[in-house]
């Protein structure tokens, strides 16, 4: 069975346990356990669309974010539970289960998420070498880009691109995406450098081979500009059309519908809606 199905499978265990709870009469407080246990989901399965540093979550726009996807998940379990009360007052049929029944199958379907994701991890992967070796990796990494970041405004995405694919040559792809990374992050990155992330985050085979969202990681990392923005989500887009097992890799709908809100009226927006479009299909064809 492919990985997307398996994962399919696993979430319609999570949507089960406040549908059981509807239909065995359970109180409302049930909303609140599982609304935390769709929140651990998704904390536990797209770790970077929650920053571990506290510095990160000053930020007015992330804690709105935050809070906006904490009331869309109370508001989903309300519906689901209320959808489970209406199933069993039509049919007529109360299951006599435990109180913790619905609550362990909801929250069994977390470790069973993450096993089928760390199982279907790439077999081809190099196994990964000391963490000397790593910081070593990525400080090569990181004077390989250099030359990237002295090039000139003007120069294009596809010539951007021919200088990611010499450095790639000489390095591991997750170590040039960690400087790519603390590059763009650090502030004072250039546009080609930019450019450059928005190309390696957005890479269909990048994201392939890495596990957990390298590309939400890129798509955060992004400062507010229309273009990079812009090449981010078209190319992000194609890959998803190609291969809609990389949704897991790229940033949520409430992310991208930020991002368009502050590049609105320019073709980033336009883009990015596209895409969080693609991603919500993809959200309910997994949910359904």
């Known amino acids: 069975m492919s990985r997307q199905r398996l994962l399919q499978l696993v979430t ?12 065995g009469g359970f109180g409302w407080i049930y909303v609140v356990a599982f609304a935390a246990i769709f929140l651990l989901w998704q904390v536990v399965l797209r770790p970077l669309d929650w920053p571990r540093d506290a510095a990160h979550w000053r930020g007015r726009d992330l804690q709105a ?19 489970g009360r209406g199933i069993g007052g039509i049919v007529g049929f109360v299951p006599r289960v435990s109180s913790l029944a619905p609550l362990a199958l909801s929250l069994m379907s977390i ?12 077999s081809v992967a190099p196994p990964a070498p ?7 990796a990525t400080a090569r990494a990181d004077l390989l880009l250099q030359p990237v970041q002295d090039l000139p405004e003007t120069t294009p995405p596809e010539a951007v691109a021919e200088h990611l694919r010499a450095i790639a040559a000489h390095v591991d792809p997750a170590r040039l995406h960690e400087a790519l990374l603390s590059r763009v992050r650090a502030g004072g990155a250039g546009p080609a450098l930019v450019t450059a992330l928005a190309l390696q985050g957005s890479d269909a085979g990048l994201l392939a081979a890495l596990p957990g969202g390298a590309g939400t990681a890129a798509f955060q990392a992004l400062p507010d500009l229309p273009a990079p923005l812009a090449l981010f989500a078209r190319r992000a887009a194609a890959a998803l059309a190609a291969d809609p ?11 991208l519908a930020a ?4 590049v609105a009226g320019t073709e980033a927006e336009a ?18």
């Open 12 to 23: 319609l265990m999570l949507y089960a346990g406040p549908l059981l709870a509807g239909m």
């Open 65 to 83: 974010s935050a809070l906006a996807r904490v009331a869309l998940l109370v508001l989903l379990v309300a519906v689901l539970f209320g959808i």
């Open 245 to 255: 097992g990389l949704w897991w890799s790229l940033p949520s709908s409430d992310m």
């Open 271 to 288: 883009a990015l809606l596209t895409l969080m479009a693609a991603t919500d299909r993809l959200a309910q064809r997994s949910a359904g």
């Open 130 to 136: 000391e963490a000397d070796h790593l910081a070593a």
């Open 259 to 262: 991002r368009a809100a502050h």
């Open 111 to 122: 470790p069973l998420a993450r096993l089928i994701e760390v199982r279907e991890a790439p």
